[in-house]
């Protein structure tokens, strides 16, 4: 028999924000989920998105492209670190707002990939769904055995009060949707024509403003989902099995110098995990005030991606990506993504 366990609840006020901002700049001590872009984490990492990009996956394949092998998605970094820095604030919640990349070469197949962060700013912004919100930004590099930048990830967390506290976050409710045999039939033709451009070179001439993407279908998401991306992609530092779970809450409560501490200790010592709610329908609605058990946000800004790199094709080269997620998405959630060409420079 167990009994409902409950997150602490505190309010995000002026000394929360003031004690937030002290902290900037402060040493950051991050936990890697993988240390190597082998060729396993690779394709787990692609497969978690639902990506099965031969260029991520199949050697043989990749030989014949100009990067004479596997390298890995645009961000298979999220594999390495989840590039989340927000420390302070013990007990107010995390969620992924965005990111802004800047890649200067790929992460190719037994790059060994070393992850570092700088914790560079706090701001309020408006919130629509909670009292007050602060972003807390961090500044996350990506280096490869060679000491190359590969990757520059400006990464911005939302950091809301839960559900129960004064101005704490309060979503509606919602069930999962219920599809019909019709639409479930739409979506995997969608999914299943789902359109790569692969090896088939995109030169600056063909390309057009205003041209449409043809976007992915990726869902319904569900938990066997989410399980198959914490496969490539962990969905953060705090996500411990068995006895590794009672030794980081034993650190965060007594010897919090041997955790990584882009999160506040409370993380580690809450007595159920804050992620929880990225799985249990009760926890995400009465306890952070999300609409349902919702997605992770670096999964879904992964699954965008594809979009572009099915677009491109295997000779292209992404520079630059910016995201932001507006709105959470649930159990039972399709996400449908598009795009079009706005300008050539």
Not at 136 to 144: E, K, S
Not at 163 to 180: F, K, P, W
Not at 181 to 202: C, F, P, S, W, Y
Request: contains cysteine.
């Amino acid at each position: 028999m167990t009994e409902k366990l409950q997150l602490l609840a505190p309010a995000l006020d002026d000394a929360a924000i003031a004690e937030a901002r002290s902290l900037l700049g402060m040493p950051m001590r991050v936990e890697q989920w993988n240390y190597e872009a082998s060729r396993d984490s690779i394709r787990h990492y692609a497969w978690g998105l639902g990506d099965d990009n031969p260029l991520y996956c199949e050697p043989e394949y990749a030989r014949q492209t100009r990067w004479k092998g596997i390298i890995a998605p645009p961000t298979f970094f999220f594999g390495i670190f989840d590039a989340v820095v927000a420390p302070g604030l013990p007990d107010i919640q995390w969620i992924y707002s965005g990111v802004d990349c800047e890649f200067f070469e790929p992460m190719r197949r037994d790059d060994e990939i070393t992850a570092t962060a700088e914790y560079i700013d706090a701001k309020e912004l408006p919130a629509r769904q909670s009292g007050r919100m602060l972003v807390q930004t961090g500044d996350v590099r990506y280096a490869n055995q060679h000491g190359r930048l590969t990757t520059k990830v400006l990464s911005h967390t939302f950091r809301i009060a839960r559900m129960t506290a004064a101005g704490g976050l309060r979503y509606e409710a919602r069930a999962e949707h219920q599809y019909t045999e019709a639409q479930l039939k739409e979506i995997e033709t969608a999914t299943l024509n789902e359109q790569r451009r692969g090896a088939e070179v995109r030169y600056w001439e063909d390309v057009q403003v205003g041209e449409q993407l043809l976007g992915t279908v990726r869902g319904p998401i569900n938990r066997l989902d989410m399980t198959c991306y914490y496969a490539g992609a962990v969905g953060t530092s705090g996500y411990k099995s068995t006895k590794l779970k009672w030794m980081y809450a034993d650190w965060a409560r007594r010897s919090p110098e041997k955790l990584p501490n882009n999160y506040d200790p409370s993380y580690y010592a809450a007595a159920v995990s804050p992620s929880i709610g990225h799985q249990d329908l009760a926890i995400a609605t009465t306890e952070i005030g999300m609409p349902g058990a919702y997605d992770n946000g670096p999964q879904r800004i992964g699954m965008l991606i594809g979009s572009v790199t099915n677009w491109m094709g295997d000779d292209g080269i992404l520079l630059r990506y910016s995201a932001r997620l507006r709105l959470p998405v649930i159990f039972g959630d399709t996400n449908f993504f598009k795009g079009s060409v706005s300008s050539k420079r």
